[in-house]
């Protein structure tokens, strides 16, 4: 343990490292995937998607391993029973800071198939990581604002077209499907503007899930609901690295998805959109009185 060195320093090693991580591990993924790119042979795509999916889960546990050697950090995880990487699952979280990423990755680790998270299409431009995303099937989500979609009406339903797309690829090797329904990181300031119901939550958007749910039908039947709290005030992505954040709680719910939900169509099928709403309204319910509690129950001393 180097919880020993000052916030900056670790923070400062643990960044370092991870790059350098990154950095060996985007060779092995890029020379793959442009294997899988070049052979049209479903047998040899599956066969690099798989090696690629372990060069991604080997390269996160070396990132849950730096986390471990230089933070004293309590994880207090409920939730994990029962669950296969041999298996489909929709996943989603609430969205607070880019730590929560760091999170749910270790707390599934090697528990269920890699997360594959829905990204904004800007992201493929980050250096490296951007293109080891698209080498690992990462849905890119380019989304359009009301006053585009006016001006424009042929991109109503394009974000959700690229969803649809997405989800063809994940039916052929078990993948976890990832989706933060807010859309968004939580802020105060964001709560206000949206003027969401919820105390810890922003309104969740229930698009991408019910695409999802429509397009994989045949392998998805199960969703886990992931619930991250910080006690204190620390809870950004430099804090999880630097030490800051000393306890992390995290609850996972393992639920079935109503069958009702299953193989319909988002976009034309307008009872089923309700549907998707109402269900996913429940679920954000439910979370944020979970989320009270946990508030309560977990001081900021801890």
């Given at each position: 343990m180097l919880s020993f060195l000052p916030h900056w320093?670790?923070?400062?090693?643990?960044?370092?490292?991870?790059?350098?991580?990154?950095?060996?591990?985007?060779?092995?993924?890029?020379?793959?995937?442009?294997?899988?790119?070049?052979?049209?042979l479903?047998?040899?795509?599956?066969?690099c998607t798989r090696i690629l999916i372990e060069a991604a889960t080997i390269w996160i546990g070396i990132n849950n391993r730096l986390l471990q050697l230089f933070n004293r950090?309590?994880?207090?995880?409920?939730?994990?029973?029962?669950l296969s990487r041999e298996d489909w699952y929709l996943v989603t979280c609430n969205h607070q800071s880019w730590a929560d990423i760091l999170v749910v990755?270790?707390?599934?680790?090697?528990?269920?198939?890699?997360?594959?998270?829905?990204?904004?299409?800007?992201?493929?431009?980050?250096?490296?990581?951007?293109?080891?995303?698209?080498?690992?099937?990462?849905?890119?989500?380019?989304?359009?604002?009301?006053?585009?979609?006016?001006?424009?009406p042929a991109l109503k339903g394009k974000d959700l077209e690229t969803t649809r797309k997405a989800c063809e690829k994940f039916k052929y090797t078990p993948v976890a499907v990832f989706n933060f329904l807010e859309g968004t990181r939580f802020t105060p300031q964001k709560h206000e503007a949206?003027?969401?119901?919820?105390?810890?939550?922003?309104?969740?958007?229930?698009?991408?899930?019910?695409?999802?749910?429509?397009?994989?039908?045949?392998q998805l039947h199960t969703m886990l609901n992931i619930t991250?709290?910080?006690p204190g005030k620390s809870h950004g992505f430099w804090d999880l690295l630097s030490g800051r954040i000393h306890r992390v709680i995290v609850r996972v719910e393992t639920l079935p998805i109503p069958p009702e939900l299953l193989n319909r169509d988002y976009l034309?099928?307008?009872?089923?959109?309700?549907q998707v709403q109402q269900w996913v309204g429940e679920l954000w319910r439910r979370k944020d009185a979970q989320l009270a509690i946990m508030h309560e129950q977990y001081s900021e001393r801890d």
């Amino acid at each position: 343990m180097l919880s020993f060195l000052p916030h900056w320093l670790r923070g400062s090693l643990v960044l370092l490292l991870i790059i350098v991580s990154t950095l060996f591990w985007f060779i092995p993924i890029i020379v793959f995937a442009f294997v899988k790119l070049l052979v049209p042979l479903r047998a040899v795509r599956t066969l690099c998607t798989r090696i690629l999916i372990e060069a991604a889960t080997i390269w996160i546990g070396i990132n849950n391993r730096l986390l471990q050697l230089f933070n004293r950090i309590e994880w207090d995880v409920e939730g994990l029973e029962g669950l296969s990487r041999e298996d489909w699952y929709l996943v989603t979280c609430n969205h607070q800071s880019w730590a929560d990423i760091l999170v749910v990755q270790k707390t599934l680790h090697r528990k269920t198939p890699m997360l594959k998270f829905f990204l904004k299409q800007q992201l493929i431009w980050v250096p490296v990581i951007g293109v080891a995303w698209w080498a690992l099937d990462f849905p890119f989500m380019k989304r359009y604002s009301a006053e585009q979609i006016r001006k424009n009406p042929a991109l109503k339903g394009k974000d959700l077209e690229t969803t649809r797309k997405a989800c063809e690829k994940f039916k052929y090797t078990p993948v976890a499907v990832f989706n933060f329904l807010e859309g968004t990181r939580f802020t105060p300031q964001k709560h206000e503007a949206q003027q969401s119901p919820y105390r810890y939550l922003l309104k969740p958007k229930a698009g991408g899930a019910g695409f999802v749910l429509g397009a994989m039908g045949q392998q998805l039947h199960t969703m886990l609901n992931i619930t991250i709290h910080y006690p204190g005030k620390s809870h950004g992505f430099w804090d999880l690295l630097s030490g800051r954040i000393h306890r992390v709680i995290v609850r996972v719910e393992t639920l079935p998805i109503p069958p009702e939900l299953l193989n319909r169509d988002y976009l034309q099928d307008e009872a089923y959109r309700l549907q998707v709403q109402q269900w996913v309204g429940e679920l954000w319910r439910r979370k944020d009185a979970q989320l009270a509690i946990m508030h309560e129950q977990y001081s900021e001393r801890d």
